[in-house]
């Protein structure tokens, strides 16, 4: 995890939050017929056809009813050969949740016929795969939004979408009926899978489409997925249960469900075969995998333990709650073998009242035994973390605790954030009496703290010799790999393009703070090459 801090978007951002009334004024729709498949409206002169809309108060239930996995056929006969001839963009906003959607739309995409391309206008389809957990991942939407409305009156047969969390929010949906008519699809992060259909209702309507689940579905396997290079995301689950008060996560991913283990452990077992050589099991808490099972017991833990028994030379997950972090799951890791020394332990605050208020169920001093007890367990492990300076109300002492949180812990990397207050969230309600200025000073504080730590963490490599995995050239400099350690920290080194995708050996002799330089010693043979 590489993040410049300084250049941290937070830190250029500082809007309070914005008034939404505005685009609820549908004054000037007429409804144009409804029935039990939705209904028909016309604004501005366009007509949509809402299928299913988003709905907060829906989105913050928790049914009881079992979640059916599915085994289905995504893409029918009839709909292969749509998209023959023709190409798509994908532009992802947000977490690897996000990218890994984007693997499986891309996989829909190519399954009936689209082609990928980077050119704009060579484009047939445009879609923007949206983040929603602060303010900024979501103006940067709607600019882009104003850039492709250019696009889309050059070429008005593009078909333009938007999915992902912000499809999952009522105000941006919306706004986007009101302001921006000229998209032709939304849908929800719980229903990828009607993509091809909304692609032939939108080609064949002209209509704008909005299909958007408020309640989750239910886990439909074998969608297909376009993998690219040596790393592949798998999802062990969907949706959270925490709500944390700060956080939108919970109404736009649904109630948390876990993925059969047998199909998870099927999927890991592929893409060994296939010679990928490092996966990243994700889930927005990934501890929390299996609670919902009620035929079987089986934790995060035993999956861990079974992922080791997979021809597979690395395994990571993401991301971790510390209040389920159990001792199970740190004895496995502790084991080593293909899973890899990093832990990514998101804490948030260092002040037990601000951790209180943002209902994280943990104090400061658990989340440090715990860090202590993973750090005894499994030595030389990577840990991160995910903090939020200026949630309402933060005093200055409360700041300082989470700087002595870090300087305690010693994080080797951590991404850094200014509280986004975000519509329908508890903390969204909060007096808030820190200044945006004051905020800005703690983020800036608690990154040259974290630069600190990593620095300091990183000096300890000097003379060492670490594994890689070589991923690629180095951004600036064809002659230089970057690839990554077992921790998950940034190596450069020289060496020839043929290593890209294997295990080398390399001995670390220069330290910088978000990576270090090495020389190859040996090429180890990777483990299923
Ligand atoms: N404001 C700022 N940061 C947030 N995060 C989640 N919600 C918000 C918010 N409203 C951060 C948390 C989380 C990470 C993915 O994003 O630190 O761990
Ligand atoms: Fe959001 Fe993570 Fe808290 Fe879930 S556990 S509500 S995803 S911050």
């Not at 498949?37 to 079992?66: A, L, Y």
């Not at 991923?471 to 450069?492: C, F, I, M, P, Q």
Request: aromatic share 8%; glycine share 8%.
């Amino acid at each position: 995890m590489t993040k410049d801090n300084q250049n941290s978007p937070d830190l250029k951002s500082g809007k309070g939050s914005k008034d939404y009334s505005k685009y609820f004024d549908f004054s000037d729709a007429k409804v144009l017929s409804e029935d039990e498949f939705g209904k028909r409206i016309r604004i501005k002169g366009r007509e949509i056809n809402i299928m299913s809309e988003p709905n907060h108060r829906q989105e913050k239930q928790r049914g009881k009813e079992d979640v059916q996995v599915l085994y289905g056929n995504a893409v029918p006969d009839e709909l292969r050969g749509i998209g023959e001839g023709k190409h798509y963009i994908i532009y992802t906003f947000g977490c690897q949740m996000n990218e890994h959607d984007t693997e499986t739309i891309k996989g829909l995409l190519e399954q009936m016929g689209y082609r990928s391309t980077e050119d704009r206008k060579v484009a047939d389809i445009i879609l923007l795969n949206t983040c929603a957990i602060r303010e900024n991942a979501e103006d940067k939407v709607f600019g882009e939004l104003g850039h492709l409305m250019h696009l889309k009156t050059e070429k008005p047969d593009l078909l333009l979408g938007v999915c992902g969390c912000m499809a999952q929010e009522e105000n941006v949906v919306n706004r986007i009926l009101q302001k921006h008519g000229f998209v032709d699809i939304i849908f929800g992060t719980h229903n990828i899978h009607r993509l091809p259909f909304l692609i032939k209702e939108a080609l064949f309507s002209k209509e704008l489409v909005v299909d958007v689940w408020s309640k989750e579905g239910d886990i439909i396997e074998n969608l297909p997925k376009k993998r690219e290079g040596m790393k592949a995301w798998v999802n062990i689950m969907y949706g959270c249960d925490k709500f944390c008060t700060y956080c939108i996560v919970p109404f736009t991913r649904g109630k948390e469900r876990s993925r059969r283990p047998e199909d998870v452990i099927a999927e890991v077992r592929d893409l060994a075969r296939q010679g990928f050589k490092e996966v990243t099991l994700l889930g927005q808490n990934v501890n929390a995998y299996g609670k919902d099972f009620t035929d079987i017991t089986y934790s995060f833990g035993d999956l861990m333990d079974d992922m080791r028994l997979i021809d597979i030379p690395r395994v990571r997950f993401t991301t971790s709650h510390p209040r389920d972090f159990d001792d199970q799951l740190i004895s496995v890791l502790a084991k080593g073998g293909n899973l890899v020394e990093h832990v990514h332990l998101p804490v948030q605050s260092g002040s037990t009242e601000v951790l209180k208020k943002m209902s994280r169920k943990y104090s400061r001093d658990r989340y440090m035994e715990l860090a202590y007890k993973i750090k005894a367990a499994i030595p030389n492990v990577g840990l991160t973390t995910d903090i939020i300076v200026g949630f309402p109300g933060e005093t200055d002492e409360q700041f300082e605790d989470t700087i002595t949180l870090v300087n305690a812990i010693g994080y080797d990397s951590a991404y850094t954030f200014i509280y986004s207050p975000r519509e329908g969230t508890p903390a969204a309600i909060m007096e808030d009496n820190v200044p945006m200025e004051v905020k800005k000073e703690r983020l800036q504080r608690l990154n040259k703290a974290i630069e600190e730590n990593s620095r300091m963490n990183n000096e300890k490599m000097q003379g060492k010799i670490v594994e890689v995995l070589v991923e690629g050239e180095s951004k600036n400099n064809e002659a230089v790999l970057a690839g990554r350690t077992r921790s998950n920290k940034l190596v450069h080194f020289e060496g020839s393009k043929d290593l890209v995708g294997m295990l080398v050996n390399v001995e670390i002799n220069e330290v910088k703070t978000w990576y270090i330089k090495g020389e190859i010693v040996t090429e180890s043979v990777a483990v299923n090459s």
